[in-house]
């Protein structure tokens, strides 16, 4: 290790590093900088503040240090955050904002693997595809005819709670469906609504129309616990409950209250909470719960796609270009 002073580090957790930044993509990086970063276990900072006092830069994602007076003393020349991951608001600060640190974000790219889970997930929905799995395991064979019937995404109503970067883009894929899309989300007016091809309704209206609604809002102060038992038990049957933003945003015993007692629905649970649930939760044992393991965000080779979007953002940086992600104040106090 040489006494060089970096501009620029990778800060974050080293699992983190190598499943975001591969190989190709610190290669662009190096080149991007004509050095390499020097990596900085999140850990470790603090031992080594008369190295950072020049790093403008940080490479970062899963493990990323909250930016305090602490940290800002400690990086007085920093001046952008290059975030390969999702929400910023586990580390942007009062005291970041005010000393005008940028921070772009791969928030948007994260979105695309939560699209693609959800949009699979409200297909098989709609043909009722876990319903009918349990029923002929329960048979072993194939259930009557009737009992296969299924709404199918022909005319479905599809409801979307928040129209942030994924509720966007799964309406973007839900065009070639023929569907029909309703969206609660207090921020986006009916204008920009029109626009995306959806339907602003209230979140009561929104359960009681939707055969599918799936649930993107972010987890705040003014979300937690918002989808009540009363939402739940409002559901048409046969309806299908999917939430792959954060459990906190559900009243989880009314959701297990209501679907022991109505069969007919069925809850789709990429996250929950807590998270993983209790050993005795029922939600391990409910037959109309299909639980995964917080799956749907960026795994395995998708978390390159991250680490690329950064690369392209600090390609941007050094040539004084806009950019693409950046996150401003107020978007971060509404990000999960």
């Not at 939560?114 to 048979?139: D, H, P």
Request: charged share 25%; net charge neutral; proline share 6%.
């Amino acid at each position: 290790m040489t006494n060089k002073r970096p501009r620029a580090i990778y800060l974050l957790w080293r699992e983190s590093l190598d499943r975001i930044y591969g190989a190709r993509e610190r290669a662009d990086v190096a080149a991007l900088l004509k050095d390499e970063p020097l990596f900085v276990d999140p850990r470790e900072w603090r031992g080594m503040a008369e190295r950072l006092g020049e790093v403008e830069m940080v490479l970062s994602g899963w493990g990323m240090v909250k930016m305090d007076e602490t940290f800002l003393a400690t990086f007085p020349k920093l001046r952008v955050v290059f975030y390969g991951a999702g929400s910023v608001r586990g580390f942007v600060t009062d005291a970041s904002w005010a000393r005008e640190v940028r921070v772009t974000s791969a928030n948007a790219m994260n979105a695309v693997p939560v699209c693609e889970f959800t949009v699979a997930q409200i297909v098989l929905a709609a043909k009722q595809a876990w319903r009918l799995n349990a029923r002929t395991r329960e048979l072993r064979s194939f259930p009557p005819m009737p009992e296969r019937e299924s709404p199918g995404m022909y005319g479905a109503v599809i409801g979307l709670i928040s129209l942030g970067a994924v509720g966007r883009m799964v309406v973007e894929r839900l065009r070639d469906y023929d569907v029909r899309v309703l969206a609660y989300d207090p921020y986006v007016d009916p204008v920009r609504a029109a626009e995306l091809g959806v339907t602003l309704c209230s979140l009561e209206d929104l359960f009681v129309k939707s055969d599918v609604v799936s649930c993107h809002a972010p987890l705040l102060e003014t979300t937690e616990r918002m989808l009540t038992r009363g939402h739940f038990a409002s559901m048409k049957r046969g309806a299908t409950f999917i939430n792959t933003a954060r459990g906190g945003v559900v009243d989880e015993a009314g959701l297990i209250e209501v679907l022991a007692g109505r069969p007919d629905l069925q809850a789709v649970l990429d996250v929950t909470h807590p998270e993983p649930p209790r050993p005795d939760s029922p939600l391990y044992t409910l037959p109309n719960v299909f639980l995964t393991p917080h799956i749907a965000g960026s795994k395995g080779g998708e978390c390159r796609r991250l680490g690329r979007t950064m690369v392209d953002e600090l390609r941007r940086y050094l040539h004084g270009e806009p950019l693409r992600f950046e996150v401003c104040r107020e978007q971060a106090l509404r990000m999960a």
